[in-house]
Structure formats: C-alpha cells, structure tokens
C-alpha cells in the first residue's frame, strides 16, 4: 500500500441513508394512516438535501469525465449488449448453473466496520434468497403482487463465499485489512480496490468499508470492460447496510440511523450484472425529463441505434420518474414509528391496496408497457420504493450478460472452473484471516505490529510447544523475508489449533517504498500433528508488509477566491458543503434548520458535523464546568494536544441533530464567532492501536453570521509530537532512496542579457539540500530564463523539473506557485532561445521567499513522475533556495532564522525494544509566518 495524496470531495453521498425497504421481517402491525404529523416528519427527513440517491450514475459520470475515451468505449459496449438482446430476447440456457464465488474485504479501523463472519454469511444467505424468489418479504406480499399483475421472477443464480483465494490459500472468502482508507468508500475507491482485489473472471468483489457516504455502489459491466479499469470491478458497501444483524444498522431507531432497507447488496448485485435504475442514468431522481426517451421497438427492444440512457431498456419496468420516498406496501409500524403504504402515500386512502393505488409518473412515454395503464414499478430491487423482486425482463438481461463478454462475466461461476475458487470437500484447510503485515506507526522504525496474521487449522493440531521460528527450520522455512525481520509462529495456548504468526526485528529499508507482497511460508510436516498430505494447502503464499512514514499534510480549500469552500444561511432551505482529509475522514460543514432535526427544537445555525466511523473530537468550550457543544476558534500559534486548557475540552463530532448534537460553529444560541477566523483543534483516534493526532482547520465567520468557509487543514501523524501548532505549516521533501544517479549539479538564471545566478554542486550530497544563503533576484512581473544541469559523469536520465516559489510565505508550497516545469527531459534549458520561460506572477510580493527545485525521475511506486512539492519521492533531487522579489535592503532573510523553541517538562519517549529514554527541550519546529 502506498500513501495517497489529499483531497477534497465535495458531498459525494452514495446511496440515500434514507432509501427503505419492505424487505424485512416486520415486527409491528398494520395501522391507520392517522399519525400525519409523525408521517410528514419522515417524508421531510427522507428528502433532506444532504443526502442524495444511490451514486452510480455520478460516479459513472464522473470517470467519463476523467477519461473521453472510456466513455465511448462504454457506450459502444452498451449498443453491443442491447443489440444482443435483439436476439436473446428470452434468458439463454447455460447460466443457471452458475455459483458466483464472492470475496468481502472488510476494510477497517478496528471499529464496529470490522464486522464479524456470521453479518457476512447473514447477507450471502439473503442474496441468493433475492435471486432465488424466496426472501420472505416478497412472499409474504405476494398475494398483494399478483392482484396487481406482478410476478416474481426466479433469477436461478447461486452465491457463495469463495474457499480458495487466488495464490491457491485455502480461506474463508472473508479478507480484514486495516487502513484508514475504511473512513469513506468513494473518496479512496481506487486506493482500497488497488490494495486489495481478487481476478474478477473468478471472483466478485465486495468492499466493506465504515461508510460510502450512504449505502453503497457498483459499476456497470460496461463503464469497467476495458482490461485498464478492471480493477474497479465489484461492489463497495457501507458496514452497517449489508445484511440485517449484529453491525447492521438495518433495526435501529429511524432517528438513530436505522434504515429498513434489506436488500442493499442485491439492489448493487443487479448494477454488476447490467441492471439500471427504472428511470435510466439520470442523476436526478423524480425530475419529470426521466420520462424522456427514444421510442423502441417493443418486440425486439432497443435498437442498437436508439439507445437511450433516460431508461433501462427493459419492457416489463415500464418508466418512471423515480421517487425517494420510504414506501411499504400497508401500513405499518416498526420500532415503535409509523411507515406508510402505498394506499397511504399514493391511493385514495380506502385501505385497500390496488393497481391504481400505484403511481403512474411517465404515462404517455410507457409504449412498450404489458399494461394500457403502466404503473411505476416500485416493488422492484432497482427502484428506490419497496424492494422486493425481480421481473422476466431483468432476468433476460442479467443472463444475457453472463452469457456475454462484457467484463469477463462470461467466466465468472462456470462448473469447469470451481475446483480454482471452490475447495475440495475432501481437503483439510490451513487460513489466514489478512494478508497485510503492518509497520508499527508508533516506532516508524522497520518493527511491525504485533498483532500479526492468524492461522487456522480445519483438523488436528499445530505440533510445536509454544513457537516455532524460521531460525530454527524444523518446522517451516520463509521466503522473500526483508533484511532485518525474522518470522515466529506462536500458538494458542487454549487453542491448538490457532497460532499466529508474527514479524520481530527490524526491517533495514523500511520506507512506503519497500512495501514487500511476495512473502510465503513452507510449512513441513513436523509442524503438523496429522498427515500432512491431507491439507489443502501446506504453503501460505502472498503475504504482504506495508511499511508506514509519518506525514505532515497540509490542505488549502480556496484556491480561487471565487470558488470559496462556504455554506451558507439560505432560509428554510440550508446548506452543506464536505471536505475530505486522510486520517480524519469526511467531514461537512452544514446549516441546520429545526425541520431537519425532526422537530425536536434543536437550535439553528452553522455546525460541523461527519459521516465517516473514524472518531474525531474537537475543542469546545466548558461553562462552569460543564462541556458544551460551541466550538472555539483558535488564534495563530495555539498549541494543541492532549491536555488542553480547562477553559476547554474536546468533544466528540457526531452528524448532526437528526443523529445527535453536533458541533456548533455560530448560531441562533452561540455568536461569539461572529466576524471572526481562525483555527478548530481536533484530536483523532486512529487506527487499532489507538494512536491520537493532531490536526486543524481554519475557518471564517462572516460579520453577520450569514456563511462560514474553510480555508485550510493541517495535521501530522508522528505520534512521538505529540502536538500541533495552528498555523504552523510543514511542507518537506526528499527523494527517499539516497543514490546518486544524476544529482542536480548546476542551478542557472538568466534574463535577456546575461546570466546573473550560477549555483554549483560539485559532488552529491543527499536527496535535500539547503541553500538557503544562495539569494537569487528577481522582479515581479519578470520572465526569466531557467538552465538546471544533472551531474554529468553517469549516464543522463530524463526526469521532470519543477520550481515552486513560496510566495505567502506560508511554509508550503501550493499548485498555484509553480513558477516553472521542464517535462522528461536530460537538462532543463530554457529562456529567450527556446520556449519555455519561468515567469514571475505581476502581483508576486516584494521581498524575500522560499524557492524549491525539484529534480524526479520515473517512481515505479506511482507509476509516474512526482508532482507534490510537500511528499517524498522515490529517486531525484530537492534543493532549496531563497529568491528576492524587488530589492530587499533593510529586509531580513527569514531563511536563514531558525528559531528553537522548547517546551517545558516536555518528554519524548524512544519506544525501541520497550527501553524509554528522555530529553528535555523538544524543538518546535522552523520559524514561519501566515500571510492569509
């Protein structure tokens, strides 16, 4: 796994927290629709504009915006498979057969997303209850379906959890993997899917993660053929959405997230298997330009020419608007709260359930309708409604594209392939519960989390005592082991046949670039108390270690001060705006209104508040020694860690008054804000060791409370800090592996006359230097010419070269002060005799400023070049620099000024082999100043 870079994602919330289902076992009764208050409370809450419907038509968009020409091959793809259906128009023979073997990656932090076996074996049993016509919900209805003239289509397709992963380890189709990256499935879906994904012709893919935003997602068959996005194949879903026990927020109070909608994964299995929304790709449920769409023949469907996206190409889900609505089929009540029927919702209110009772939103569009009076199809599993079957009509497709090539589902479950996904009844096992080894963040030394990976025998007994290590071969030998680690395997005491293998030592390279994923373990027959031929497997294969730097992240949210990251007082209608930050998770700051919190008189105003499972607090005030929910804004330079001011306390971030009291930043009870800036403290729980950062976000009221606007982030995860400082701002670089290859040996600047700046490095000194005594002069306005030489005794590489002037100040080098890039080339010459220039911004301020230069060659770990002034890289060059903008006599360097501030009584505690050494007097860090 490799550190990813930061960035902001606005409210990409994926699948309606409030999308119901009648697709449970109901414990309450029929009642009558006389609650009408408690009715319009869930209607209101149901349609609040912070969340927003399943996203897949979103995320679709928004790879087709990211990449044209996947678009068009998708479409094409789309045109194939309809045309193919022209000639398919019933399910084709071969596919009942099939057994899809299915893997979840439950990807966690050690919180209630680490969900166990038995939620996930609970949701396999549901999905093949839906494909199969025997989910009790749509049996219990199907009375009521069949007076409307609905039948329940048998899909006859089986799911099972896969027993043999693809290096041929035995397993029980259940991978855990600890990663922030857990905190939200969207923002990280191509970190968590390239970190972990089985083959996708042998396998479907499920992604378990704390939350999406919403429920879940999938991809189309078609948006993930190309061989390219193979890896985005499956299904990414929320924790609490999959399946309905233990985790499962599937019975809670409504007011307490519960969600009563069971058939989450099988609403996502149909997108994988080309099933559409009933109202098509619109982004926008229930807008009347749904009902808009190319007129088809109705006997041979769509023809290859007229496809539209703003319906599903399927005759028997006759169109519709779509509706957000909770929807059942009676009324009832469950968990003490009134739902609501479609006699209720839509009909006239007679207590009878009847076909005109359903809506009817598209009905001059629905030519190719069973029914002269075409009814919305809210009972369907790709509708927003009741979800409770599938019609013949979603079975032809979902056959045809198994049949088909699209994404390699051809392959996927066929009989000749099972022995590669399914064990053999016959065979013992020998499991692994993960296959990440993790450095221990706390060190960040090479020493790894002891935690380690367990093993399981199916039979018999480990033989050996207590342990058993690879220095001792007797019992198993090790392969591709880094220098500096060495493996044991202990055993339960209580349990014979558990162990749990472990990495002790330390790894000699241990940054993110040596992360290893070729590990094996050859166990010999002496490590086993039975016969060793009748394990599955007697090699454990493809076990990774991921090596962890510590960052410094900083994140600036206004980089065009016409596009400012703000929410705003808009009335009865509010506002909302999230960003997102590693380690922290998704965020948002919104506006309430007393609607929104279900009538329970909440106060109005600006909060923060957050969707993601990672625990956040943030620094609040206490009143007479009671906390309260008003966030206080920090000036520059507060300090915060652990013990912070009485005065203050942290509390934690919850998401809302709908869900409990958030965070206040100014409203109808609390001004004190008002017209101010500055920065909100945070302290983050993270991973399963608990380690605790530090972070900030500088935000802004207006005088008149009528907005509030982010404008920046900060945190760091050396634990060994301890602290933050607002608005103190890291911005570090360095090439990590520490090889010459070709150093930058020569800096050059020249105008239209002359070259004025020569710098030169006569041997290597390592993947940073400071030169900060080297001034180099400047004017605003000024274009100038650039010549940066690679020492020229090795063979010339062609890197990318770049320089960043640090314009405000700010200790951090932002895209929009890049003042120079030179693309893949040996040495970057340009001027007044070629075309590229380095030009200085008009406005740039007088005086002096931070200049980085950066030399980067190919990083085999990103698959390109660097391109992040505040990261490290893998091979090249950082030299820093001071430039002068406009004369500066009189004016100090503030370069060359390092200012050691120290704490008192601080202690820094060295964790190495459990020995603790101290040392007064901690550094603080460099001078810096804010220039907002």
């Given at each position: 796994m490799k550190n990813v870079q930061t960035f902001v994602a606005l409210a990409i919330i994926v699948c309606s927290l409030f999308w119901s289902s009648c697709g449970h076992q109901q414990k309450g009764t029929n009642i009558n629709a006389t609650d009408q208050q408690a009715k319009t409370r869930k209607q209101q809450s149901a349609q609040r504009p912070s969340e927003e419907p399943c996203n897949i038509s979103a995320v679709t968009q928004k790879m087709y915006e990211n990449d044209t020409v996947m678009k068009q091959k998708a479409e094409a793809a789309y045109r194939t498979m309809m045309q193919n259906e022209m000639f398919a128009p019933e399910a084709r023979a071969g596919v009942t057969d099939r057994v899809i073997p299915v893997v979840f990656h439950i990807i966690h932090q050690c919180g209630d997303e680490r969900i166990g076996n038995r939620q996930v074996r609970n949701a396999i049993k549901d999905l093949n209850d839906d494909f199969n016509a025997a989910n009790p919900d749509a049996l219990r209805y199907q009375t009521i379906l069949s007076s409307l003239g609905m039948s329940i289509a048998n899909i006859g397709i089986q799911f099972e959890l896969a027993s043999i992963d693809p290096y041929g380890n035995a397993t029980t189709g259940i991978t855990r993997t600890e990663h922030y990256f857990s905190a939200h499935g969207v923002s990280f879906e191509d970190q968590i899917k390239q970190m972990i994904h089985w083959p996708r012709d042998k396998y479907l893919n499920v992604w378990v993660v704390n939350t999406t935003g919403g429920s879940g997602y999938a991809h189309y068959p078609w948006t993930v053929h190309h061989p390219s996005a193979a890896f985005r194949d499956g299904i990414v879903i929320s924790y609490n959405y999959l399946g309905k026990i233990d985790q499962s927020t599937y019975e809670e109070p409504y007011d307490q997230g519960g969600h009563r909608r069971a058939h989450i994964l099988t609403h996502e299995v149909g997108h994988w298997l080309g099933l559409q929304h009933t109202w098509g790709e619109s982004l926008v449920v229930g807008n009347s330009s749904n009902c808009n769409f190319t007129p088809r023949n109705c006997n041979n469907n769509t023809p290859p020419n007229a496809v539209d996206f703003n319906e599903d190409g399927i005759n028997d889900t006759p169109n519709t608007q779509g509706d957000l609505k909770i929807v059942f089929p009676l009324d009832t009540m469950i968990a003490g709260e009134p739902f609501y029927g479609i006699d209720s919702i839509y009909g006239n209110k007679d207590g009878i359930v009847s076909y005109s009772d359903l809506p009817n939103t598209c009905p001059q569009y629905n030519t190719c309708a069973f029914s002269t009076d075409p009814r919305d199809h809210i009972f369907n599993f790709m509708d927003y409604g009741c979800e409770i079957m599938f019609t013949e009509g979603q079975k032809t497709r979902m056959h045809n594209i198994l049949r088909d090539t699209f994404a390699q589902r051809s392959l996927i479950g066929l009989v000749e392939n099972r022995d590669l996904t399914f064990m053999d009844p016959s065979k013992e096992s020998l499991m692994i519960d993960t296959y990440f080894f993790q450095e221990d963040a706390r060190y960040n030394n090479g020493r790894i989390k002891t935690k380690g990976i367990k093993l399981v025998l199916s039979t018999g007994n480990f033989a050996f005592t207590i342990s058993s290590s690879n220095t001792d071969d007797t019992y198993f030998t090790v392969e591709n082991l880094p220098d500096g680690l060495f493996m044991r395997i202990v055993r339960d005491p209580n349990n014979p046949k558990k162990a749990v293998v472990r990495l002790l030592g330390k790894a000699v390279d241990h940054s993110n670039n040596f992360d290893v994923d070729n590990i094996n373990i050859v166990f010999k027959p002496a490590a086993f108390n039975f016969d060793y031929n009748l394990l599955h497997n007697t090699t454990i294969s493809n076990l990774e270690i991921d090596f962890i730097d510590y960052e410094n992240k900083y994140h600036w949210y206004r980089e065009n001060p016409n596009n400012e990251f703000c929410v705003q007082n808009k009335g009865r209608i509010g506002d909302y705006q999230g960003l997102y930050v590693d380690h922290i998770g998704y965020l948002a700051l919104q506006y309430f209104i007393d609607e929104w919190a279900n009538g329970n008189d909440e106060p109005e105003g600006f909060f923060l508040v957050k969707e993601g499972g990672v625990e956040v607090e943030a620094l609040c005030h206490q009143s007479n020694g009671q906390a309260t929910n008003n966030l206080v804004l920090f000036p520059q330079g507060f300090r915060?860690?652990?013990?912070?001011?009485?005065?203050?306390?942290y509390r934690p971030i919850a998401r809302g008054p709908v869900y409990g009291n958030a965070l206040m930043i100014y409203g109808d009870d609390y001004t004190e804000n008002a017209g101010k800036s500055g920065y909100i403290g945070f302290k983050i729980t993270y991973d399963c060791d608990n380690k605790e950062l530090y972070a900030w976000l500088y935000v802004t009221v207006s005088a008149d409370g009528s907005s509030v606007c982010a404008e920046d982030a900060f945190y760091n995860t050396n634990p060994s800090t301890g602290y933050i400082i607002t608005g103190d701002l890291v911005c570090e670089s360095k090439a990590e592996n520490l090889q010459v290859f070709n150093y930058i040996e020569e800096v050059r600047f020249r105008n239209s006359t002359e070259t004025f700046f020569t710098h030169k490095t006569p041997v290597y000194e390592g993947s940073y230097t400071e030169h900060?005594?080297?001034?180099?002069?400047?004017?605003?306005?000024?274009?100038?010419?650039?010549?940066?030489?690679?020492?020229?005794?090795?063979?010339?590489?062609?890197?990318?070269?770049?320089?960043w002037i640090?314009?405000?100040?700010?200790?951090?080098?932002?895209?929009?002060?890049?003042?120079?890039?030179?693309d893949a080339i040996a040495n970057a010459l340009s001027g007044f005799d070629n075309v590229v220039y380095m030009r200085i911004p008009a406005n740039a301020p007088q005086g002096y400023h931070k200049m980085r230069i950066i030399q980067s060659l190919w990083n085999e770990a990103l698959n390109g070049y660097f391109i992040n002034p505040c990261n490290t890289f893998q091979y090249g060059e950082v030299e820093d620099y001071t430039v002068c903008i406009g004369g500066c006599d009189g004016i100090t360097n503030p370069n060359l000024r390092i200012v050691e501030e120290f704490g008192e009584n601080e202690t820094i505690v060295d964790f190495d082999e459990g020995s603790a050494t101290e040392s007064n007097n901690i550094p603080l860090g460099p001078y810096s100043t804010i220039n907002r």
């Open positions: 915060i860690n652990n013990n912070p001011d009485p005065s203050y306390t900060y005594d080297q001034v180099v002069n400047l004017e605003a306005g000024g274009i100038y010419g650039v010549e940066l030489i690679q020492d020229q005794t090795g063979r010339l590489y062609e890197p990318y070269w770049y320089i640090d314009f405000n100040d700010d200790n951090y080098f932002a895209e929009s002060e890049k003042v120079f890039t030179a």
